[in-house]
T-cell receptor, first 113, second 112 residues
Framework: DGGITQSPKYLFRKEGQNVTLSCEQN?????MYWYRQDPGQGLRLIYY???????QKGDIAEGYSVSREKKESFPLTVTSAQKNPTAFYLC????????????FGPGTRLTVT | GESVGLHLPTLSVQEGDNSIINCAYS??????FIWYKQESGKGPQFIID?????DKRQGQRVTVLLNKTVKHLSLQIAATQPGDSAVYFC???????????FGGGTRLMVKP
């Protein structure tokens, strides 16, 4: 089956700790994205990557970091600098340049206490 | 700045009725629009899309209408079923690099 996987589904961390969220896709898509979703709200773009070894900040990148060492993987690190890290995190991918349609993973719910 | 918004945050319909979910957009340069469905605790799923050179597109039980004059997008679901209960997002492109701008979402509740 082709698709996007995110793990884990639920993640709990203590304040002050960095945490890395996994995102893997086997769709052979060039572009990958990370979004944050807060309760009752839409999606806000954190980071995106159009190609391996390249990524750009989205609208709310502060307190987050990413890497894109492999085409199929785009991990997101939520650092201790992120003031309100508790949220639902969604990863997506798309064929770059020619397609706007983004395919989403199942999401990771991060709770920081 | 550009924004995508929705008129009704919650829509409750009877099973079997038709549903209409509305979305207003502000970026007249957007050339592509998508409707996504998000069930509780899951990622959004693509429903239907429409390009700005069209005013209507139909899928299976769903129709998207685009009115560029008033910058309005709607999603019509025919014979709404309990499985249609979800939050629906519209998204537009108007930003460089295939970036989508998402609206805040409308929750559709289907009463049996």
């Amino acid at each position: 089956d082709g698709g996007i996987t995110q793990s884990p589904k639920y993640l709990f961390r203590k304040e002050g700790q960095n945490v890395t969220l996994s995102c893997e896709q086997n769709l052979n898509h060039d572009a990958m994205y990370w979004y944050r979703q807060d309760p009752g709200q839409g999606l806000r773009l954190i980071y995106y990557s159009q190609i391996v070894n390249d990524f750009q900040k989205g609208d709310i990148a502060e307190g987050y970091s990413v890497s894109r060492e492999k085409k199929e993987s785009f991990p997101l690190t939520v650092t201790s600098a992120q003031k309100n890290p508790t949220a639902f995190y969604l990863c997506a991918s798309s064929m770059a340049a020619s397609s706007y349609e983004q395919y989403f993973g199942p999401g990771t719910r991060l709770t920081v206490t | 700045g550009e924004s995508v918004g929705l008129h009704l945050p919650t829509l409750s319909v009877q099973e079997g009725d038709n549903s209409i979910i509305n979305c207003a957009y502000s970026n007249s340069a957007s050339d592509y629009f998508i409707w996504y469905k998000q069930e509780s605790g899951k990622g959004p799923q693509f429903i239907i899309d429409i390009r700005s050179n069209m005013d209507k597109r139909q899928g299976q039980r769903v129709t998207v209408l685009l009115n560029k004059t008033v910058k309005h997008l709607s999603l019509q679901i025919a014979a709404t079923q309990p499985g249609d209960s979800a939050v629906y997002f519209c998204a537009e492109t108007g930003r460089a690099g295939n970036m989508l701008t998402f609206g805040g979402g409308t929750r559709l509740m289907v009463k049996p």
